[in-house]
């Protein structure tokens, strides 16, 4: 409890958790409702969304869907520079050397960080859920639709972002440990998250055991269960998946990802 | 004892770094780690953490296993510089540790006073001096009041000033009974300061005594005339040049003999081999 503590205190206090949380909130309001907002009053291109489907994605009782399709990419690829830096950051500062002769076993120390960024994420997925149920309201007001709060419908859509952030967390703390640095962690991260997997689904297209291949990969799981659990019109979303089985896969990751990650730092030596 | 090692080995493919370490530190004293810059100080320390896995041979620090809760928690250590959150204040910064440590906020500000940081405990650690750096390090070893301390080369980058007040902070630690393991590449910093030394060399311990017994006898050196007649006059006396050396401490008793057999005497005065003398033998370098 002492390292959850620890490790919450100094990520609580970080500015770049607050920064990276800002950044995605200001995106998730701009491209799930200020776009959609702009395109609905007056745009000339409205891509193939209808004006039914534009005023459905804004609807407040559809925030969830809104919540979760953002994450797959974008919000994922900006979880998982929040965890490669928390625990990257640490070998150039020298605090996983201050940390581990402290007194806490490595697992402890590592439970510690993994659990302290677990919080972080459930506040960012909560903020975004507020942010956007308040943006949401206000466009709803603004143009006199009739609506209503979400119910408890938004229980999955809100469990499946859950899940796919603590993928990209997963991978991030991956990373983190074993490139043991923040700049090669956050590079590999993001050009695997925005880049390797969207490549991998265009030689899909030609080779089909590399497309069957990109449906399961981190990236291709997440998409997929955000498409099962309502999530549509936004950059990685997918529907080649049942929810269960995306599912499936991403705990898959997690365990894989916080295991070999936990393995590595309790075996390595720390020169 | 506090440490004990029985040769402990740190092998990188075929490369050494600590070969066949046997020492042992006893409570209430600070011993001093000596050795020039590679020779395996570091490493050492940081099996004793258990931050590096020994390659073979055993360490036990206070009874317990290196780098097991039990040994860490009464152990406080500063490593090859300190290692913070550039973010956080040195307050903060010592809050996160005493949560990982399992003290409370009470100990904070005792180690904060001990160091005298009190007054910029708020600022944050980036904007610390290299002095203040190392003694928010010291603050955060002395957290739970440990039963030894490890400090690798305390006083790395520190100006004049700077490492007469950790010396002086070492100082005033040790006088409270405080068991220190001081690793360090500055002779005069460990002559100063230590009760007894380990010379590490290559990676093997060279030598493992008090500093006295380290610099030897005391020898006279004595310049006379003539200088042959002194010779002779004193037994076991060494001629060197125009300069006797003798290993005898009465230097009065010496002076009367040369004095009443007419021997003009010019100069008397002890010759003793430094900490650093010794250690260029012991190691090799210089």
New interface residues.
């Given amino acids: 409890m ?2 959850v ?2 490790e919450l ?2 990520l609580w ?3 770049a958790t607050w920064v990276l949380i800002g950044v995605w909130l200001v995106m998730s309001l701009t491209f799930g409702y200020l776009f959609n907002y702009l395109a609905l009053n007056g745009g000339t291109n409205t891509r193939d969304l209808s004006q039914q489907q534009l005023i459905s994605s804004m609807q407040p009782e559809n925030v969830g869907a809104a919540v979760v399709r953002g994450l797959p990419m974008f919000g994922g690829a900006i979880i998982l520079v929040l965890a490669a830096l928390a625990v990257g950051s640490g070998y150039g ?13 490595r697992v402890s ?1 590592m439970a ?1 960080t993994v659990g302290a960024l677990a919080v972080i994420v459930v506040v960012l997925v909560a903020l975004t859920f507020l942010v956007d149920l308040g943006a949401a309201i206000t466009v709803a007001s603004l143009e006199g639709w009739d609506w209503s709060l979400p119910g408890t419908a938004v229980v999955e859509p809100l469990a499946a972002s859950l899940l796919i952030a603590a993928m990209w967390t997963g991978f991030g703390v991956f990373l983190g440990i074993v490139t043991k640095g923040p700049a090669l962690a956050v590079g590999l991260g993001l050009m695997w998250a925005i880049v390797t997997e969207n490549l991998l689904r265009g030689v899909g297209a030609l080779l089909g055991p590399v497309e069957s291949l990109t449906k399961v990969l981190p990236g291709g799981s997440a998409g997929n269960l955000a498409g099962a659990v309502g999530g549509s019109g936004a950059p990685g979303v997918l529907n080649d998946l049942g929810g269960t089985t995306a599912a499936l896969f991403l705990v898959g990751y997690v365990v894989f990802f916080l295991g070999t990650a936990t393995l590595l730092k309790v075996r390595r ?3 | 004892m506090i440490v004990t090692t029985e040769k402990l080995t740190k092998r990188y493919g075929d490369r050494a770094v600590v070969d066949e370490v046997s020492l042992s530190v006893r409570r209430g004293e600070v011993y001093g780690f000596l050795g020039p810059n590679g020779a395996g100080k570091t490493t050492t320390i940081r099996m004793l953490l258990g931050l590096v896995q020994p390659t073979s041979g055993s360490a036990r620090v206070l009874g317990e296993a290196p780098g097991t809760p039990k040994a860490l928690l009464k152990v406080g250590s500063l490593i090859e510089g300190p290692g913070f959150y550039p973010y956080l204040s040195g307050r903060d910064n010592l809050r996160v540790h005493a949560h990982r440590r399992g003290v409370d906020r009470t100990h904070v500000e005792a180690a904060l006073e001990q160091v005298d940081l009190v007054g910029a405990a708020n600022e944050k650690f980036r904007r610390y001096s290299l002095g203040m750096k190392q003694r928010l390090g010291v603050a955060a070893a002395l957290l739970g009041q440990p039963e030894l301390l490890i400090l690798d080369e305390p006083t790395n980058g520190l100006d004049p000033a700077g490492m007469a007040d950790m010396r002086d902070l070492v100082r005033a630690l040790a006088a409270q009974g405080q068991t220190v393991l001081l690793s360090s590449h500055l002779l005069g910093e460990v002559e100063e300061i230590c009760d007894r030394v380990g010379v590490i060399s290559q990676g093997r311990l060279v030598a493992e005594s008090t500093v006295e017994q380290l610099r030897g006898d005391t020898v006279l050196l004595i310049r006379a005339d003539p200088i042959e007649k002194a010779h002779v006059l004193i037994e076991g006396s060494e001629l060197r040049g125009d300069v006797l050396h003798v290993r005898e401490t009465d230097a009065g008793a010496l002076i009367r003999t040369l004095v009443h057999a007419d021997v003009d005497v010019r100069e008397v005065r002890p010759l003793r081999r430094t900490l650093e003398e010794v250690f260029f033998e012991m190691t090799g370098v210089a």
Wanted: aromatic share 12%.
């Fill in positions: 002492g390292s503590k620890a205190l100094r206090k970080w500015p500062w020298g605090t996983w050397k201050t940390t581990l002769t402290a007194g806490p076993r120390a510690g030596d720390l020169v």
